[in-house]
């Protein structure tokens, strides 16, 4: 069975600073994973997505995450926090031989200090 | 290309009663999703119509169906209201379906059930 944890609930940092947000998932078979981002009363938005490509994703806004299959990891950083990145974000991790296809994580929010 | 639209945006009912809400997905798109997100139960997957089918379906009562149509807007209804039942309906669409597909979301319908 697929799960996915957010480790942090809630992340601070102040603007002009690294930003990391740690994800760890467990699947049975190769999965895709995903970060979205929601802004307050908005939808979600994609920031980048794996599938088995590079192991190094690049995404909108500056945003990448690493997909590490012995750590089961795919932690989302950016170098340079900046005051819109203030949102929740979303680790997903999708299974082909899953019912459920869709498994999100419970969510971090991202908190940004003038 | 217009994003995915859902309707109503927000919508209050009573107990017992039965509400639909309605998704139009992003023209072309043949794929659309379900998710149901609340505070305590973070974002769940609800089901996932494709070509007018039920593709896959998450660990809810069957108070809560959907269906699709030929023009792939998709309605999802819930019968005999619960006070738990309020929440964040979102809804997402994607070109086919399948686990590495990229999903786009719309602002999504908020529910509160008195």
């Known amino acids: 069975a697929q799960s996915v944890t957010q480790l942090d609930s809630h992340v601070s940092v102040s603007e002009g600073t690294p930003v990391l947000l740690r994800c760890n998932y467990s699947?049975?078979?190769?999965?895709?994973l995903f970060w979205y981002v929601q802004h307050p009363n908005k939808g979600l938005q994609l920031l980048l997505k794996y599938t088995s490509a590079a192991t190094l994703v690049k995404g909108i806004n500056g945003f990448e995450a690493e997909f590490k299959k012995s750590e089961t990891s795919f932690h989302l950083t950016k170098p340079s926090a900046h005051m819109s990145d203030a949102a929740e974000y979303f680790c997903?991790?999708?299974?082909?031989?899953?019912?459920?296809?869709?498994?999100f994580g419970s969510g971090t929010r991202l908190s940004i200090r003038p | 290309k217009a994003g995915v639209t859902q309707t109503p945006r927000y919508l209050i009912k009573t107990r017992g009663q039965q509400v639909t809400l309605s998704c139009s997905p992003i023209s072309g798109h043949r794929s659309v999703s379900w998710y149901q997100q609340t505070p305590g139960q973070g974002l769940q997957f609800l089901f996932e119509y494709f070509s007018e089918t039920q593709r896959n379906k998450g660990n809810f009562p069957g108070r809560f169906s959907g269906r699709q149509f030929s023009n792939s807007r998709s309605e999802m209804n819930v019968s005999t209201l619960e006070l738990g039942d309020s929440a964040l309906y979102l809804c997402a669409s994607s070109p086919i379906t399948g686990e590495q597909e990229t999903q786009y979301f719309g602002p999504g319908t908020r529910l509160l059930v008195l």
């Open positions: 997903v991790v999708s299974e082909a031989s899953s019912a459920s296809k869709i498994i």
């Open positions: 699947s049975s078979y190769s999965p895709s």
